[in-house]
């Protein structure tokens, strides 16, 4: 008896790397449904995503007895998927560490950033005047250079 095949479809997080596999002269393609023979259904299920580690990835075929099993598991992935979206249709967009924060961390952090600016334009100001004061400094006649007094430039 003729028995329903599918690749399971791409994703990565579950370790569902194939998205296509030959097997004898027959090509499969991911999330498609296809008739096969027991003996080559046997085969399929023992298919691994990975093949060079078995051991550690999942099987890549679905494998179904007759077409009424597979429209349930098809009907129940669905089902899964629509339950596993965003329940709030408000929302868009990722989630940051931003919105994980409590309002007190909002505001402590508001806090730090205002006073660090605040403490960054107090030195840029006192540099200012300091380097004022300093050039006053290496002038040391008030303003005037060397070359007003010397007669030989003049």
Known sequence: MPKVVRLKPYNRR?????????LGNQKFMEDRWYHV????????AKVHSRP?????????????????????????EQEAEKKA????????????????ESDAAKDARADRAKANLERAEKKRAEGKA?????????????????????????
């Open 85 to 100: 979206t965003v329940k709030n249709p408000e929302f868009v967009g990722s989630l940051t560490t931003a919105d994980l």
């Open 37 to 44: 023979g027991d003996a080559m259904a046997e085969k399929l």
């Open 130 to 154: 300091g380097d004022d004061a300093e050039k006053a400094s290496e002038d040391g006649d008030g303003g005037k250079s060397a070359t007003d007094d010397d007669p030989a430039f003049q």
């Open 14 to 22: 579950k370790g569902y790397v194939l998205r296509r596999y030959v």
């Open 52 to 76: 060079d580690h078995p051991e550690d990835s999942p099987l890549a075929f679905d494998v179904f007895d007759s077409h009424d099993e597979a429209k349930a598991q098809f009907a129940a």
